[in-house]
Nanobody
Framework: QVQLVQSGGGLVQAGGSLRLSCAAS????????MGWFRQAPGKERELIAA????????NYADSVKGRFTISRENAKNTVYLQMNSLKPVDTAVYYC?????????????????WGQGTQVTVSS
């Protein structure tokens, strides 16, 4: 079992940057692959970034590739999502999630544990 607590997010102008953090507690953090999801109003939750247990492998949705970076610090039990060149279409509630697999997980169904969600709003 792992508990995930998110921080960061808020309101930013288009072209700006934000960093989301997700702190884990419970079982050994390096036991989990991690992912970031987002859900815009009226849309399904989508997986936008994933990272394996060691941080050596990452994967991104095409919509954020080249602009967002997922990373992790196992010593701090934390995963990050650095978001640059933000656009109004990035406006959504963002969630971090943990998988019981250590290898990278690129399907939504592979994730079990969820953070509380944080709002990101990008104004034009």
């Amino acid at each position: 079992q792992v508990q995930l607590v998110q921080s960061g997010g808020g309101l930013v102008q288009a072209g700006g940057s934000l960093r989301l953090s997700c702190a884990a507690s419970g079982r050994t953090f390096s036991s989990y692959a991690m992912g970031w999801f987002r859900q815009a109003p009226g849309k399904e939750r989508e997986l936008i970034a994933a990272i394996n247990w060691s941080g050596t492998t990452t994967n991104y949705a095409d919509s954020v590739k080249g602009r967002f970076t997922i990373s992790r610090e196992n010593a701090k039990n934390t995963v990050y999502l650095q978001m640059n060149s933000l656009k109004p279409v990035d406006t959504a509630v963002y969630y971090c999630s943990a998988s019981n697999n250590r290898g990278i997980v690129t399907i939504s169904a592979g994730y079990t544990y969820w953070g509380q969600g944080t709002q990101v709003t990008v104004s034009s």
